[in-house]
């Protein structure tokens, strides 16, 4: 592992001097150990903050932005959506079940510390290519162990994203979605109050497993990850299926002051973090926490990793009703300490004071970097030649390929119907989940193309975010707002932060021109193994809200004889193309300009054409354009579809990825034309539906089960080894 | 009908149940706690699917022995309805109100999808409301579905027309296809698939539902 200093625990040498000012005097190995976890990039956003200020955070749906465990927002009827993403890309590169596995126990933690029944998980995924050797092995792990989590505690995993590329062999990306529903008056939070009450532990005993997962996160890999895989947390999610019970049971009386879950950095950031955000101090006997193995050292404890265990403020009176419901429960329960009016952390174990550190000062000297960047130049126009060839072939390179193949391997091994509210699983635009016990419903969707961040992060940036937003306007959903998990390289080279930069300032004004604030997040840096960093992936995930289930759409073509509307304007972008890449074997070019005056008003435009109850069918325009969307809708339906228009003679026209379109299935398509016209909406009848073929400008045809075949075999085939 | 759904340490479609039962019942559906030594009065018994007990062990294997589960088996031999759906299906065969076995799916992995069902038998008040050889939707979401018996119990079984619900795209290796099984006094059923989850048609289905109706009527 290389990246912070392996002298001082890990500390850059300007950080320990400042470690030195504050305390001093020179701090014990368990003072070291808590400084260099809390300020390690992963706890302290060191590199990033500076940038992640310039994001939009609020709006009238806001309750709750970023700085807590999750972003909360207002979805009516009472009730909040609690939602989050989170990267667990080191662990799951080194140990890949665990690392995934934990990285769905941990954001669940994040919601439903909250007081939010988690109703949701979604995962994105960027693995190495598929013909590199870890690739298939880390795939499967990864996969298995998504789904043996969010399977066991019975959380539906909806929806979610999975590609490959070369730029990931060293580093693969997991990211991790969790999305819950609370009583908008009932959101519990982090900061402690009240001098002398009692700070509680619950949940697993603590191990040696995961320490340093903080600091491990936050430096780059070489030849030697796989020694760092004692730095893994092991996950329980029977246990974390107990602790989301008796939490929400808990929550349900009046017992709890403050709640925060024990993630990165265990018993230090979590305890710290309480204490600093109530501006109060904090005491604890680490003899009183439960332990797993005997003989471990105040630093062990402090700096666990050990999954399922939270730490709790509860007010006088309420340890009785906590214990009773904890040994309901079957889980630990410990009262560690209180809280104090010192201002400090002080640490107890065997009798001796282990650790005595001032809260304020550790926290308000947290190291914040301007990094220094350079913008990426621009990419060189890809130059493409007249392509005459049989659309169709390239159709099958792409569907029958890694980057277009269907993901269902992937998506049936995780129980997407479990909660009994799953409107829409995987494999749509948007996921839909009912809100329980109403007519109304959530949709969400993860978001991001790294290809196009690779070449013009600023540009891409906007383009993750108009993704999602129009994912979820796709399925007929009102955006409400996001969460981002921004995965990058080694931030302290400049070429690696200027891709940052880029991509911050590109989602920003996304979010700013679509109304979405984003209200909570997670950055993971470091994703760099031998000088080669991951793609710049800045991973949107976004949360709409559906008034009524009924006025909803989806992406499946429900039966023949519908006209086909195309809405958007189509300048035939082939730049950084999926076309470009499957076919070609080529990635250049710029990616496809975002204009957001033009989402916003196309995707209102579609929105109130499906809320009128006028579009049988929908589905966003993304990677492969126009016919891979056409292939794709009538693969869900089957129903064989023909595109006839001048558009779809040239290459451009059926693969050019241009921005703000989705192609609609309708019934009256004059009216709805009319309608576009009136509202300056590019929009143009481009074919119908019916048959059993997807057939292009009456030439070229391909049946809907070949293509089904071809769209079906390459992922379980290539995991099977073909 | 008087029902109730029992919950152990790691059910989690108990809820689901409870929503179906109460939808086709027009009443409330108890939660009985696995810890409670005794049933409430009732007519029927769910025993949920989930991952009771963590899996630990095997699938159902805990549970079988949980408290409440002795005062289950007592009241299935006085005639009282127990169904089980997928991991309480699980439980049954583990505490022997039903034969056989459910061993890891033929994949080895976890598989969630829907399948396609026939009807088998329409001799039993889970399947009354159905037509012999009906063929229905619904989703199976499991590790451990792959139906297992020894060659003289399923001939048994199929002889005494006890197989409730063959697959007819079997998902999981299960023998004979058998996805769901009577007992012989045919007030237990166990069966893999979720027909909580096919019971409300903005879920994509409502071939449930006819079991929880002939239940309630």
Known sequence: MSGPNEEHGGLAPDEYARVLEILGRRPNEVELGIFAAMWSEHCSYKSSKKWLRTLPTDAPCVLQGPGENAGAVDIGGGLAAIFKMESHNHPSFIEPYQGAATGVGGILRDVFTMGARPVAILNALRFGAPDHEATRRLAAGVVAGIGGYGNCVGVPTVGGECSFHPACNGNILVNAMAVGIAPADRIFRSAAAG???????????????????????????????????????????????????????????????????????????????????????????????????????????????????????????????????????????????????????????????????????????????????????????????????????????????????????????????????????????????????????????????????????????????????????????????????????????????????????????????????????????????????????????????????????????????????????????????????????????????????????????????????????????????????????????????????????????????????????????????????????????????????????????????????????????????? | MKAVVIVFPGSNCDRDAKVALEAAAGRPVAMVWHGDSELPPTDLVVLPGGFSYGDYLRPGAMASRSPVMQDVVRAAKRGVRVLGICNGFQVLTECGLLPGALLRNAGLRFVCRPVTLRVETVRSPFTNGYRRGAVLQMPVAHHDGNYFAEPATLERLAGEDRIAFRYMDNPNGSLGDIAGILNERRNVLGMMPHPERAADAVLGGTDGRALFDALAA
């Open chain 1, 195 to 722: 001098v002398g009450n009692a700070v509680v532990y619950v949940g697993s005993r603590t191990g040696r497993d995961g320490i340093h997962g903080a600091t491990m996160a936050s430096a780059t890999f070489d030849d030697e990850a796989e020694q760092q895989r004692p730095t893994v947390q092991v996950g329980d999610p029977f246990t974390g299926k107990l602790l989301i019970e008796a939490c929400l049971e808990l929550m349900g009386t009046d017992a709890i002051v403050a709640i925060q879950d024990m993630g990165a950095a265990g018993l230090t950031s979590s305890a710290f973090e309480m204490a600093s955000k109530g501006g109060l101090g904090v005491e604890l006997d680490l003899d009183r926490v439960p332990q797993r193995e005997e003989g471990m050292s105040a630093y062990e404890i402090m700096l666990s990793e050990s999954q399922e265990r939270m730490l709790m403020v509860l007010r006088p009176g309420g340890e009785e009703t906590a214990a009773a419901v904890f040994g309901k429960w079957g889980l630990e329960f410990a009262v560690i300490g209180r809280l104090t009016d010192t201002g400090r952390m002080a640490l107890s174990q065997h009798g001796r004071r282990v650790a005595d550190l001032p809260i304020r000062p550790l926290a308000d000297g947290s190291p914040e970097y301007d990094r220094p960047w350079t913008r990426t130049p621009p990419a060189t126009p890809a130059t493409i030649s007249p392509d005459n060839r049989d659309p169709m072939a390239a159709l099958r390179s792409i569907l029958g390929g890694p980057a277009g193949a269907s993901r269902r391997w992937i998506w049936e091994q995780y129980d997407h119907t479990v909660m009994g509210d799953t409107v829409g699983g995987p494999g749509g635009d948007a996921a839909v989940v009912r809100i329980h016990g109403t007519g109304r419903g959530l949709a969400l969707t993860s978001d991001c193309t790294p290809r196009y961040c690779l070449a013009d992060p600023v540009e891409g940036g906007r383009q993750a975010v108009a993704e999602a937003w129009r994912n979820l306007t796709a399925v007929g959903a009102r955006p409400l707002a996001v969460t981002d998990n921004l995965n990058f390289g080694d931030p302290e080279r400049p070429e690696v932060m200027g891709q940052f930069v880029g991509c911050i300032q590109g989602m920003g004004e996304a979010c700013r021109a679509l109304d979405v604030p984003v209200v909570s997040g997670n950055v993971s840096l470091y994703n760099e193994t031998n000088g080669r960093a991951v793609l710049p992936t800045p991973v949107v995930g976004a949360v709409g809200l559906l008034e009524d289930l009924a006025a909803r759409t989806g992406m499946a073509l429900p039966g023949p004889g519908l006209a086909l509307v195309l809405v958007g304007e189509t300048r035939g972008h082939l730049g950084r193309s999926l076309w470009l890449e499957a076919v070609e074997g080529r990635e250049e070019g710029p990616p496809p300009p975002v204009d957001l005056a033009a989402e916003r008003r196309n995707g209102d435009f579609v929105r109130a054409e499906i809320r009128a109850g006028r579009v049988a069918a929908c589905h966003d325009l993304s990677d492969g354009g126009l016919l891979v969307a056409a292939a794709e809708m009538a693969l869900a339906g089957g129903v064989g579809a023909a595109l006839r228009s001048p558009l779809v003679d040239a290459v451009a026209g059926l693969f050019g990825e241009d921005q703000a379109r989705y192609l609609l299935a309708v019934e009256d398509p004059e009216g709805m034309l009319e309608r576009a016209a009136a509202a300056g909406v590019p929009a143009l009848r481009i074919g119908e539906t019916g048959g059993g073929a997807l057939t292009v400008g009456g030439r070229s045809s391909i049946s809907l089960d070949e293509l089904r075949g071809l769209h079906e075999a390459w992922m379980p085939a290539w995991i099977a080894g073909g």
